[in-house]
């Protein structure tokens, strides 16, 4: 099981940008679907966007052309580059192996995203 390490949040005006990380230690991402969920204040887990180890990605309808997803093989690293951020994009953020969009690894502490209006 591979295990993941997010990172890279913090507090931004509404309009402004994040990069987030997700690292994976003592085993390489290559081989991995790799996906961003999010959990905001009394509401269910989300999911967010999805890397596929052939390349594909998927989004959620809410995020599509704001964020995307990429990943550094070289870096054994996914990324996800948040972009028009708004409120209601605050969450915590955090990363998982995937089947489909569906989580399929353990979650790890998540990384708190906060957009100011």
């Known amino acids: 099981q591979v295990q993941l390490v997010d990172s890279g949040g913090g507090l931004v005006q509404a309009g402004g940008s994040l990069r987030l990380s997700c690292e994976a230690s003592?085993?390489?991402?290559?081989?991995?679907?790799v996906g961003w969920f999010r959990q905001a204040p009394g509401k269910e887990r989300e999911f967010v966007a999805a890397h596929m180890s052939v390349g594909t990605t998927y989004y959620a309808d809410s995020v599509k052309g704001r964020f995307t997803i990429a990943r550094d093989n070289a870096k054994n690293t996914v990324y996800l580059d948040m972009n028009s951020l708004k409120p209601e994009d605050t969450a915590v953020y955090y990363c998982?192996?995937?089947?489909?969009?569906?989580?399929?690894?353990?979650w790890g502490q998540g990384t708190q995203v906060t957009v100011s209006s």
């Open positions: 998982n192996t995937v089947i489909g969009n569906t989580p399929s690894g353990f």
């Open positions: 003592r085993r390489t991402l290559r081989s991995y679907d």
